[in-house]
């Protein structure tokens, strides 16, 4: 079996574990565990998601696959979170993220040099933790494979199991599932959106966005002062 850890947290975006958890979840010979810190039960978007296992006592996994949501902050300002993700990461075979998890993963100190994908309004900030931002929908880089947005959850799944499993597996579960998408409007990225729709969703984002890119680059250069502090010998 190979096991598959999606670490969550408080205002976590459903959809960013859910998505992948569907099609992860059908796929013969994976384990799928959804952790959190303490097992404690996590709300998300009206939803409330329980009998979680305890994150500290899971041992090791083959994949580690990490949700984002503007949770994601918190999480990273919680060291004894973001060591758990270092200590999972170490038996990790895969990397993985969806969305803002890549911040996560970036935080971790796990994507340093590599390229990684992320939601589109917070993509730059990758760069805080010496990440490179790349603006593909699922992006590899190694042993890391990063979706992008929200919605990208679900390419990156079956982009998941066709490395484990391989292309005709996934194409299975994909017709399985009925993925395919025929969105009723093109505006799903900025780069095509009707310019008077971008405006306005950058305009409403505005402050939160700010003040999360904030705390994000304190994150960084605390992080940045423990490493020089380590190197050293402090």
């Given amino acids: ?22 099609f992860l979840s059908v796929t013969p010979g994976f384990n799928v565990v959804v952790a959190s810190m303490g097992g404690m039960q996590i709300s998300s978007n009206g939803l409330t998601f329980a009998d979680l296992q305890d994150l500290n006592v899971i041992e090791r996994c083959d994949v580690l696959c990490i949700p984002g949501g503007v949770g994601c902050v918190g999480a990273i300002e919680d060291q004894a979170f973001l060591s758990t993700i270092r200590r999972l990461a170490g038996t990790a075979q895969y990397l993985t993220s969806v969305c803002t998890g890549s911040i996560i993963l970036a935080a971790a100190g796990l994507l340093e040099g590599r390229r990684a994908a992320c939601l589109w309004y917070w993509r730059d900030m990758l760069t805080d933790f010496g990440a490179i931002p790349d603006n593909g929908r699922v992006v ?13 959850g679900i390419d ?44 306005a969703v950058t305009a409403a984002m505005a402050d939160s966005l700010a003040a999360n890119r904030k705390r994000v680059s304190l994150v960084a250069s605390r992080l940045q002062v423990e490493k020089s502090t380590q190197r050293d010998g402090f």
């Fill in 140 to 152: 590899r880089d190694g042993n890391i494979i990063t979706g992008g947005g929200v919605t990208a």
């Fill in 156 to 199: 990156f799944a079956l982009t998941l199991i066709s490395e484990l499993c391989g292309s005709e597996v996934a194409q299975a579960i994909q017709l399985r599932l009925e993925y395919a998408p025929a969105p009723p409007f093109n505006s799903g990225l900025p780069e095509i959106a009707p310019a008077a729709i971008l405006n």
């Fill in 1 to 22: 079996m190979t096991t598959i850890v999606i670490p969550i947290f408080e205002g976590v975006t459903q959809l960013d574990f859910t998505a992948p958890h569907q």
